[in-house]
């Protein structure tokens, strides 16, 4: 059974319509640099689902859903000293950091906000709706999924 996720982007960095043009709508999930978040990607495997989130957008939304493709393996930038995701500390014999490939399943015809998702019965202890929650990958539980899910027509 795939476990859940919900990934946050930026859209001036990288959008959903980004990943919809990317080639074979798949791409690696980079960029991750605080330890917890890095420690939910390592533990993500191919076909579990996430959903794709605009974070610092007007509004705030859900956008659509994305599958991992490829489980958690060193992520390269933390290597390339040209790289603003570059680690010094970090090595191929002893990564830091790791990234997953994901691919584009869905983008919704209608996002689903923020706002909107705080006023959703049975939302209430989503990670994402929790006071102070930054975390740029989080878990999403199984029931949460579906609800979210059910909101999309």
Known sequence: MPEYWLLKS???????????KSPAKTTCWEGVRNYQARNFLKSMNIGDRGFFYHSNADPPSIVGTVEIVKAAYPDPYAFDKKSRYYDPKSSSEAPRWFLVDIKLLKVFSKPLSLEFLRTITGLEGMELLRKGSRL?????????WQCVCSLVT
Not at 10 to 20: C, Q, R, V
């Open 10 to 20: 930026e859209p001036t960095s990288f959008s959903i319509h980004d990943l919809a």
């Open 136 to 144: 740029s990958v989080q878990p999403v539980r199984h029931e949460e």
